[in-house]
C-alpha cells in the first residue's frame, strides 16, 4: 500500500514551492515542475490515505488529453519527464473554474433534487432525472478558492464583479465548449459517455491558455455507454468511471466535508479498489496498458527525472 504523499525536493533556481491538494508544485523561473501525488481530495478536504498510482494515472492522463486538444487552444504542458511529473509555462492563473455539464450528475444532480431549478444563472428544465442528458451542454463556473469551498457563479456575477473582461471570458467559454466536444468525441470512441468536466485557464502575457489537467477522473465524470439507455429507464443508477464513487463512500459514512463532520477512516481494501479503479479509467481512456513502476526508489527516480530535464533546458534543449 505505498504510495506518494508528499514531496519536499530543492532544485537549482527554484523560487517558490507550494503544495495543493493533490499536486506538489516547484516554480524555477518561467516553469512550474509539477508533481502528482497519490493523495486524493473530496469535498475539498484531502483523505488521510494516498491512493498508490493514483498520481501517475492522473498525470499521463492529463498529459495524453493535453497533447490531443493542442489544436483547440494552447497549454501549459511542454514534457512529461517522468509518469508523476509534468514541466510546463507558469501562467497567471484565472481564479474561475470552468464547468460544462452535459448531464444532469453530481452536484448539479443533488442540487436539483434540492429543487432548484438555476444553476449559476442557467435555468433548468422540469421533470428531469439523475443521470438524464441535458438539452444542450451548460457552463457552471465556480469562484477557484485558495482553500476551502469552491462557489458556484454566473456568468453575469463573473463580468459584474470584474474577475475577468468580457473577452477573455468570451474566449475560455469557447475554448470549454469545444474541449468538452473533443472530450465527448474521445469518450464515445472507448464507450463511455463524457458527462461533465471542468477546465482552469491561465494567462501567459497576453494569451489565454489551458492549465491544470484535463478530462482526468478527478476533473471529470464518465458513464459507461453500453447499457447506459436501459440503466436509465430502468431508473437504475449509471456505472461510471469518475471520482463520484469516493465521494459516494464518504456521504455513505456521514461526511460531506461540512463542519463538526469527522473523516472516516478509509479500509485498505477501499483504497485498493479506488487504486484498481483509476487504473482501469487510464487503460479504458488511453487503449494502453497502465505500468505499474515499482514503488521502491520512486521518489529517488522522480528527483532524478526532473534534475535531467532542467539540465536539458539549461543547455537548450528544453523547447515545446
Keep these: 500500500m505505498n504510495a506518494i504523499l508528499k514531496t519536499q ?68 504542458l511542454i514534457t512529461t519527464p517522468h509518469p508523476n511529473v509534468s514541466i510546463g509555462y507558469r501562467c497567471e ?18 442540487q436539483y433534487a434540492a429543487g432548484h431549478r438555476v444553476l449559476c444563472g ?10 438524464d442528458p441535458l438539452p444542450q451542454p451548460i457552463i457552471t463556473p465556480t469562484t477557484k478558492a485558495a482553500a476551502g469551498h469552491d462557489e458556484d457563479i454566473s456568468r453575469e456575477e463573473i463580468l459584474d464583479r470584474g474577475l475577468v473582461s468580457p473577452e477573455v471570458y468570451a474566449q475560455m467559454e469557447a475554448y470549454t465548449r469545444a474541449l468538452f466536444q473533443r472530450g465527448s468525441e ?23 491558455m489551458l492549465i491544470d489537467e484535463v478530462h482526468t477522473p478527478d476533473s471529470s465524470r464518465y458513464f459507461y455507454a453500453e447499457g447506459y439507455a436501459e440503466r436509465q429507464a430502468r431508473g437504475e443508477r449509471q456505472q461510471q468511471l469518475s471520482k463520484e464513487f469516493v465521494r459516494e463512500w464518504l456521504m455513505a459514512q456521514g461526511f460531506q ?13 477501499f483504497v485498493r479498489e479506488v487504486s484498481e479503479r483509476y487504473i482501469q479509467l487510464y487503460e479504458r481512456m488511453t487503449g494502453c496498458v497502465f505500468v505499474r513502476h515499482p514503488i521502491e526508489g520512486l521518489l529517488e527516480d ?10 536539458l533546458k539549461n543547455s537548450g534543449a528544453f523547447t515545446c
Design 257 to 269: 466535508g461540512k463542519a463538526g463532520q469527522q473523516m472516516p477512516e478509509m479500509p485498505d481494501s
Design 9 to 76: 525536493f530543492h532544485f537549482l533556481g527554484q523560487t517558490a514551492f507550494y503544495r495543493g491538494k493533490v499536486r506538489d508544485v516547484y516554480t524555477i523561473g518561467d516553469y512550474l515542475v509539477i508533481v502528482a501525488t497519490d493523495r486524493i481530495s473530496a469535498f475539498d478536504c484531502i483523505l488521510p490515505k494516498p491512493i498508490p498510482y493514483k498520481g501517475a494515472v492522473l498525470n499521463q492522463l492529463a498529459a495524453y488529453f493535453l497533447e490531443a486538444t493542442r489544436d483547440i487552444c494552447p497549454n501549459w
Design 122 to 131: 442557467v435555468p433548468l428544465p422540469e421533470g428531469l432525472r439523475e443521470g
Design 93 to 110: 492563473p484565472i481564479r474561475i473554474e470552468m464547468v460544462i455539464r452535459g448531464y444532469l450528475a453530481g452536484h448539479a444532480a443533488r
Design 186 to 208: 474521445m469518450a464515445a470512441q472507448r464507450g463511455l459517455i463524457l458527462v461533465d468536466t471542468k477546465y482552469e485557464f491561465g494567462k501567459r502575457g497576453d494569451q489565454v
Design 302 to 311: 522522480i528527483e532524478r527525472s526532473i534534475v535531467e530535464a532542467l539540465r
